[in-house]
């Protein structure tokens, strides 16, 4: 248990430039004390005693702002950056290594039973405000870019933007230093190349004018 406190400090600590010292991450983080919480409440959760687990779950969220349901399943080194807002369901899985930002929801769609809310596999950036919502996964070292909502599963090493969610591959492979802002934009993406065929396409007419004359 010990260990698993340390490497939760340990994470939180690269992840946020601002923080000082590990003492500030314990005591004034909610992001930290809302995951250490988590840990008790699914632990009741876990052992048919449903009533604590909600009660420590909720009195959390009233402290935090982050409201984590005690039957979600969370995997190592997960570090929630500012995090009011945030809203985790109950079958939602995360892996490890998993940054999230604030005003995140992993939710439900309302139509589905049984297991109704993501699966985050490790390594995932999932950016503010975005929701990714219903039985779905998002692949390993994928990112999801601010207010992108995404309802379809991503695959690995992608990242996801707008609304709904797009995914854009980034040559099947990883970009490390991709960040929640500095993310790729499909859309401009598009703009952008169809300018440049609108500008070859004017020079081929000019050109024909030329040639004409």
Known sequence: M?????????????????????????????????????????????????????????????????????????????????????????????????????????????KDVGKRHPTIESGVMIGAGAKVLGPITIGRNSKVASGAVVVKDVEPNCTVVGVPGKVVRIDGERIDDLDQINIPDPIMNAIVENQTKIEALNMEVERLKEKVK
């Open 2 to 110: 010990f260990d698993s406190f340390k490497e939760d400090v340990k994470s939180f600590m690269e992840h946020d430039p601002a923080a000082r010292n590990p003492v500030e991450i314990v005591l004034l983080y909610p992001g930290f004390k809302a995951l250490r919480s988590h840990k008790k409440a699914n632990w009741f959760f876990r052992h048919n005693m449903p009533f604590i687990a909600r009660y420590i779950s909720q009195r959390s969220a009233h402290k935090t702002g982050i409201e984590i349901h005690p039957g979600a399943t969370i995997g190592r080194r997960v570090c929630i950056d500012h995090g009011t807002g945030i809203v985790i369901g109950e079958t939602t899985e995360i892996g490890d290594d998993v940054m999230i930002y604030q005003g995140v929801t992993l939710g439900g769609t309302g």
